[in-house]
């Protein structure tokens, strides 16, 4: 039985998925469920308490893994009319937009957690991060020529997480010393060059309509699988041998039972003394 996804769910536009494209995001969803079921089965490999990169992964995947299902089954796209390059209208996947507003801030706090950023510089990076996909689905759904002033909205909040990235980030003091360093500037010189291709495949996609949507897909497909897969894995591969106690990342609340050790030894009516960490209160 071959794919029968464009027969059960037709095309809603005159510029949409073909058969073939859909094979390809069949594909790419095959690669993001076995990434994320890898992802799963390594974060039960680390203790208690060091997990926090890992669940950060498995969030990404996991969000990333629906909207490529959706994406392969023609669903979550909606027609807008063309500006350029013909008439008619072309499939616009909110359903993307919707991955990305969830999967690219949580990507900059996987690589910034590791520098000695503010938590305040942090959220404005976040911030921007939300701004660049929220702009660029408004363009995408704009259909006359005032899109491209959403896209440069966008851009420019690009331009301030490049400044982070690979500027302010670099020269912060990190606390795991010079081997995560050396990690953090090569993935944050790899994320920036892939994030520089975001806009042009934009461009050439919902902004100018220059390729095909199925050209759309596998174009999108191969940045997300650079961004997503194979950036979390060798991240996470740098991390194998850092202490994070040295990032400072610990709850106070406590998660376990296990955890909790009641004090029987304080006096009758003072207030029962409690630990700052605990195995499973640790992030």
């Not at 790899?190 to 759309?216: Q, R």
Request: one cysteine or more; aromatic letters at 16%; charged letters at 10%.
């Amino acid at each position: 039985m071959g794919n029968e996804a464009l027969d059960l769910n037709p095309p809603n536009a005159t510029y949409h998925l073909t058969t073939h494209g859909s094979d390809w995001l069949w594909a790419a969803f095959s690669l993001f469920g076995l990434s994320l079921l890898t992802v799963v089965a390594w974060t039960f490999t680390r203790p208690r308490g060091a997990r926090l990169f890992h669940q950060i992964a498995i969030v990404v995947l996991t969000t990333a893994s629906l909207s490529y299902f959706s994406m392969a089954s023609d669903l979550g796209a909606t027609p807008i009319p063309v500006e350029f390059r013909g008439d008619g209208t072309r499939q616009i996947w909110f359903v993307r937009y919707i991955q990305w507003f969830i999967t690219f801030p949580l990507l900059l706090l996987e690589l910034l957690l590791a520098t000695g950023l503010s938590l305040s510089d942090i959220f404005t990076t976040l911030f921007m991060g939300v701004v660049l996909v929220v702009t660029g689905l408004v363009a995408a759904l704009v259909p006359s020529t005032y899109k491209w002033g959403y896209y440069t909205f966008g851009v420019a909040a690009l331009f301030y997480i490049w400044y982070i990235l690979l500027w302010h980030g670099p020269h912060t003091t990190f606390a795991a010393g010079g081997v995560l360093r050396r990690g953090y500037l090569f993935a944050a010189g790899y994320l920036s060059f892939l994030l520089l291709l975001y806009p042009i495949a934009w461009a050439c996609a919902e902004g100018g309509n220059v390729i095909s949507v199925t050209s759309e897909m596998i174009w999108y497909g191969i940045l997300d699988l650079l961004t997503g897969p194979v950036f979390l894995f060798f991240f996470l591969w740098e991390l194998r041998g850092v202490d994070y106690a040295t990032f400072g990342l610990h709850s106070g609340k406590y998660t376990d039972k296990s955890a909790y050790v009641p004090n029987t030894t304080q006096p009758a009516g003072a207030f029962p003394a409690t630990a700052t960490t605990g195995a499973a209160g640790n992030v």
